[in-house]
């Protein structure tokens, strides 16, 4: 009776039992270890360390754009002086007389 069809129920998932074939004594000891020193260390110290390496990278990243934005800067003065310096020398001509 009890194989009886009913679309209200839904079944039971059948238990997984898995048993492991090889067992690490020595992982599992290293896994407890690790587990009891990330416990002990204090997070703070660990945020600190983060916050002053980030800010570290930050400023060297603004450097580098410093570096660069100066770098873009001479490169489109000496191409306009390369461009106008006919219309300088002309200029400056007038300017003396």
């Given at each position: 009776m009890g194989m009886l069809f009913n679309?209200?129920?839904m079944p039971k998932p059948r238990p997984f039992n898995y048993?492991?074939?090889?067992y690490d004594e020595r992982k599992e000891r290293l896994e407890k270890l690790k587990a009891a020193a990330n416990k002990s260390?204090?997070?703070?110290?660990?945020?600190k360390g983060f916050l002053h390496e980030q800010r570290a990278?930050?400023?060297?990243?603004?450097?580098k754009g410093s570096?660069?934005?100066?770098?873009?800067?001479?490169?489109m003065a000496?191409?306009?002086l390369i461009i106008l310096w006919p219309?300088?020398?002309?200029?400056?001509?007038?300017?003396v007389k």
């Open positions: 679309p209200f129920k048993t492991p074939l090889y260390t204090p997070r703070v110290n660990l945020h990278r930050h400023s060297n990243q603004m450097e570096v660069i934005r100066w770098g873009i800067i001479i490169m000496v191409v306009a219309r300088i020398d002309k200029f400056v001509m007038l300017l």
